[in-house]
């Protein structure tokens, strides 16, 4: 799988989630799903891992434009953001919304990935700058 980019914290977990949802915000996105794998995979087949939360990232302006150029772009939508326990940090990893392009093909696709692409890494950075 292709991530945009890795930020490792230090910080609680639950002050991490919250500060990536801010700077998600700042940035445009809202978060249209939250996964709590912990609880799913702990309630579904009773396995136990650490906190792992998937953010379902929307910025809006851009899903718009990608959809008017490709319309089942939206099986890649919204752009994923996890948010995971590994050994005592908290890392935060997005997956690159450039895999709109070569999933579908579509060239015109390229600017709005890019954009979104700058978008997140912007929110990341933001996280480490905190």
């Known amino acids: 799988m ?3 980019e890795t930020v490792v ?3 609680p977990f639950d002050e991490v989630l919250a500060a990536t949802r801010s700077a998600l915000a700042d940035q445009g996105f809202g978060v249209l799903t939250e996964i709590d ?3 799913t995979l702990r309630s579904k087949i009773d396995k136990e ?3 792992y939360v998937i953010l379902g990232a929307c910025n809006p302006k851009l ?3 990608a959809l008017d150029v490709e319309p089942q772009v939206g099986a890649l939508l919204p752009c994923n953001v996890v948010v995971h326990e590994v050994e005592g940090t908290v890392h935060v990893d997005a997956l690159d919304p450039g895999l709109m392009v070569s999933m579908t093909s579509r060239d015109e696709l390229a600017p709005i990935a890019a954009e979104a692409r700058r978008l997140i890494g912007d929110a990341l950075a933001a ?3 905190t």
Do not use: N, P
Request: hydrophobic share 50%; proline share 0%.
């Open 49 to 51: 891992i650490g906190r």
């Open 9 to 11: 914290l230090d910080g």
């Open 63 to 65: 899903a718009g434009a």
């Open 2 to 4: 292709v991530f945009e």
């Open 37 to 39: 794998m912990q609880h």
């Open 127 to 129: 996280l480490t700058a």
